[in-house]
């Protein structure tokens, strides 16, 4: 049976499953209803005969009191009106039977003996029910009546409610099939669907079939369910081809390889037993150095070119150990390695190394030590192998002296940028001195004192008749005079003062800014703890006539710093004045009223970050990894030193200087690191 369910399709199982549930739920319903009707007439029924006993009881007890049979079975043939009693019987107090009465025509009521009389009970038979009831007259026990009854009617109303029952169960089974057969496609349509997709996916593997969703109950979800697993097995099963193919030409190159291999182990194997044999030979005619070490450090074996590298005959060296002929301060670093190589914490190592020349002087080498074992795991002997650096030593030894005189080649550079600047400041304010005192003189050498000495000198010769003179036509004229040349003496004057007030202030500036330049042409290497806004100040300074031509707007952004660098002042200054130069031809291309440059000074922790930004050119992504290095420039006049050298400087006062652009035309900015030291 279980295999035939199993069989059916969904469809059917879900017909099923309603069929049965909506047939069991009504079956036990009906049996509900049929028992409890059967338990309902039966009480009912007792109810009745136990009332009809009682009535017949009180009718007969007359009959009894007076000994008058005849009139008692009348009495019980009253109970003719009621066809399921098929016999009635009195007795008497004595348990004698005093009257009796059988339905007429009833075989069952003919053939019936009546029982012996039994104390108030009622008994049910396999289709009777027996009743006795005690007859009471005053108090005393007159009688008893039985009455036999069947269950004729009972059985025929159960019979009616089963049949009912049974219409009902098979209408309700009807609808019920109907109604499952029309819904079972809402659940049975998609897991048929997908049943379908399951199959055509094993049999064809096409892990690109797509089950059609079903909303989002459980089916649809285990629909999408099915659906990402099919994504992850193709995602999977194209990882697999291709690493199947991928493992095809990897297995056919491998068995080439081993092929290989074996042809070659095979050669190996010949090589090797000719190996041992040229094995002393290679040794000792290597072009470097080579030498077996015991684990003590005595040389067990040297080569030739070893011992012609150090000066000493190889019997010389097998009587010494390495630490004999190692440098002292590279001694203990040779040790420690070789201590580890020992316990087994490395395999080999490299390092390099001076050896004591057998006449005295240092040799730079690279030393190479690896370790043999016994098949027990013991150490046997090293193998050392010694190449000659000294020459290698040498170049690094120049090339870090050139590099020291790049660095002052960059810091003269800078002081030479920074002088340029103070010079041209200088230029410009000269320019000023001199219109100032070009004005001056001019205003000098327009002076109308000239006329005032003439006047002064026909006053003279007019002194003895001076008022019969200034009554004169051209005496008239003289006060009048007089009084214009006070006039435009007193504004020629004013305009002198102004001047020469302004020549005053121009000389000033010139102090100040060869006193700045005075301040900062100090030795290199002289580091100072400087204030950062005043080093910033300067910095603006020095550029200060350039960015009012320019007509640049300054801002400034000076956080509170609570230390002071500790720099070299004129390097610093030398990477400000640069920074600031470039942000200015930055912005070049920008309208005047466009061009802006921040200065930012910001506290982080122990550093100090000092930024220049524009909103000028701004720098391609490209070129950001670029800008430092020497020759780069994005410029026709560039010359692609200023950036480099100003990187150089920032690493030599131990920060750093870093650029950012968000690209062409977007601006940049250029951020100096520092150190700081508490004031």
Known sequence: MSRYVRSLSIGQK???IVMLTSGVAMLLTSVCVIAYERFSFRTSLVNDLMTTAEIMGDNTSAALTFGDPTSAEETLRSLAAKPRIIAAAVYDKDNKLFGIYRQDGNADAGQLSLPAVEPDTQRFGANTLEVFHSIDLAGEKAGTIYIHSTLDEMRERLW??????????????VIAFLLATRLKHVIADPIVHLAAVVGLVSRSENYSVRAVGAGDDEVGRLITGFNEMLNQIQTRDVALADARESLEGRVIERTSELRLEIAEREQAESALRSSEQRFSSAFEYASIGMALVSPEGRFMKVNRAF?????????ELLSKTFQDITHPDDLQADLENASKLLSGDITSY???????????????????VSLVRNSAGQPVHFIAQVQDISKRKTAEEELARTHKQLLEASRLSGMAEVATNVLHNVGNVLNSVNVSATVAAECVLNSRMPN????ATLLREHQDSLGTYLSTEQGRHIPTYLEQLAREGKEQQQAAIQELELLRTNIDHIK???VMQQSYAKVSGLTELVNVHDLVEDSIRINEDDLSKHRIQLIRQFDTVAAALSVEKHKALQILVNLIRNAMQACDDLPADRRCITLSVAQIEDRIHISVSDNGSGIATE???????HGFTTRKEGHGFGLHSSALAATD???SLRAHSDGPHQGATFTLELPLRSL
């Open 14 to 16: 879900l017909t099923l």
């Open 160 to 173: 009616r409610y089963a049949l009912i029952m049974f219409w009902v169960i098979l209408i309700a089974t």
């Open 307 to 315: 011992g012609l590298l150090l000066g000493f005959s190889q019997s």
């Open 350 to 368: 490299e390092m390099e190394k001076r050896y004591l020349h057998e006449q005295g002087h240092d040799i730079w080498v690279t030393l190479g």
């Open 452 to 455: 005032l000495v003439r006047v």
């Open 512 to 514: 100040k800014i060869v």
């Open 623 to 629: 070129n950001i990894t670029r800008i430092f290095a």
């Open 653 to 655: 006062l131990g920060g």
